[in-house]
C-alpha cells in the first residue's frame, strides 16, 4: 500500500524559504505524476504543480515565479521549495499522487509564515 | 483557468437522506476530467470519483458522480454518519493548472 509521509518545519519567517519534503513509501516514485496542493484557512483548495520524475514539471503560474520541485529518486521522495514567503503562504501544505486525479494524499503539514 | 462554482454552499440533512450537490464549470472540462473529494477536518482529502461517474477504489456505491461539460453532479444516496464533511469539485482536463470548486459542506 503506498504511503505518503511529508515532513519541513511548520514555521518559516516571512521572506524566507519554505522548504517541505515527501516521502514515498510501499511504491515506487517512478511513473506517476506527483502533485503540491494547499489550502489557506477559509480558502479552497490550490494546486501548487506537478512533475514527473523524467523530468516534465508544471507550475500554477501564480506561483510560478516563486516555486521549485525537485525529486530524489534514490530515497524515493520529491520536495517543494517557495521562495519570498508571506503570510498569504500560511496553508496546509499536501503532496499527493496524480493516477486518476489525485488518487493517493499526504497527510498535510500545517506551515505558517510568521515572524 | 477553469473556474468552478459549488452549490450550495451548505447543505442541512440527515442521515438516511439523499444529497445533492452541484459543481459548474466556467468551461468545457476536457474528457470529463473532474474528480470529486470527501475532506474532514484534520484529515487528507479523499478522492471519492473521478473522471465524473468513476469510484475510487474502496469507496461506497451510496456515492454516484455524473454530468459532462460543464456541468457535474455528486449525489450520496443515503447519508451515513460519517458522510457530514466538505466536498470538494476538482478539475485536472484542461492545461494546468488544476483548479478546485470553494466546496460545499454537508452538515447535520
Known amino acids: 500500500q503506498v504511503r505518503l509521509q511529508q515532513s519541513g518545519p511548520g514555521l518559516v519567517k516571512p521572506s524566507e524559504t519554505l522548504s517541505l519534503t515527501c516521502t514515498v513509501s510501499?511504491?515506487?516514485?517512478?511513473?506517476?505524476?506527483w502533485s503540491w496542493i494547499r489550502q489557506a484557512a477559509g480558502k479552497r483548495l490550490e494546486w501548487i504543480g506537478r512533475f514527473y520524475p523524467s523530468g516534465s514539471t508544471t507550475y500554477n503560474p501564480s506561483l510560478e515565479s516563486r516555486v521549485t520541485m525537485s525529486v530524489d529518486m534514490s530515497k524515493n521522495q520529491f520536495s517543494l521549495i517557495l521562495r519570498s514567503v508571506t503570510a498569504a503562504d500560511t496553508a496546509v501544505y499536501y503532496c499527493?499522487?496524480?493516477?486518476?486525479?489525485?488518487?493517493?494524499w499526504g497527510p498535510g503539514t500545517l506551515v505558517t509564515v510568521s515572524s | 483557468e477553469i473556474v468552478l462554482t459549488q452549490s450550495p454552499a451548505t447543505l442541512s440533512l440527515s442521515p438516511g437522506e439523499r444529497a445533492t450537490l452541484s459543481c459548474g464549470a466556467s468551461?468545457?472540462?476536457?474528457?470529463?476530467?473532474l474528480a470529486w473529494y470527501q475532506h474532514k477536518p484534520g484529515l487528507a482529502p479523499r478522492l471519492l470519483i473521478y473522471?465524473?461517474?468513476t469510484r475510487a477504489t474502496g469507496i461506497p456505491d451510496r456515492f454516484s458522480g455524473s454530468g459532462s461539460g460543464t456541468d457535474f453532479t455528486l449525489t450520496i444516496s443515503r447519508l451515513e454518519p460519517e458522510d457530514f464533511a466538505v466536498y470538494y469539485c476538482?478539475?485536472?482536463?484542461?492545461?494546468?493548472?488544476?483548479?478546485f470548486g470553494q466546496g460545499t459542506k454537508v452538515e447535520i
Open positions: 510501499g511504491g515506487s516514485i517512478s511513473s506517476y505524476y
Open positions: 473522471d465524473a461517474s
Open positions: 476538482q478539475q485536472y482536463g484542461s492545461s494546468p493548472p488544476w483548479t
Open positions: 468551461r468545457n472540462v476536457n474528457a470529463n476530467y
Open positions: 499527493a499522487r496524480e493516477t486518476h486525479a489525485l488518487e493517493i
